[in-house]
């Protein structure tokens, strides 16, 4: 499974964006997928993931962020919304299936105040 991000970029607070994450190959093996984001000096951490039981989101981005699939297309989205500085980072589409974690390369997010 190869993922690819894209719709990073630029806003000023209380902006919004749209992240794509784009799957090729074995898709069909894929149960899960999720965004994570990583900040300078932080570890990575979860924002959204979505499976068959439905989705789930960080305390951090509860109502203000919204997670979905299209699975004939393939891709899922993040929609962001209210951006606040603090999510400023570099967000990465994941995906989990047969036992197997994919990465993208990242798609960065800047939040200017």
């Known amino acids: 499974v190869h993922l690819v991000e894209s719709g990073g970029g630029l806003v000023q607070a209380g902006g919004s964006l749209r992240l794509s994450c784009a799957a090729t190959g074995s898709t069909f093996s894929i149960k899960a997928m999720g965004w994570y984001r990583q900040a300078p000096g932080k570890q990575r951490e979860l924002v959204a993931g979505?499976?068959?039981?439905?989705?789930h989101y960080a305390d951090s981005v509860k109502g203000r962020f919204t997670i979905s699939r299209d699975n004939a297309k393939n891709t899922m989205y993040l929609v962001m919304n209210s951006l606040k500085p603090e999510d400023t980072a570099v967000y990465y589409c994941?995906?989990?299936?047969?036992?197997?974690?994919?990465w993208g390369q990242g798609t960065q997010v800047a939040v200017s105040s």
């Open positions: 994941n995906a989990f299936g047969d036992g197997l974690i994919y």
């Open positions: 979505i499976s068959g039981g439905g989705t």
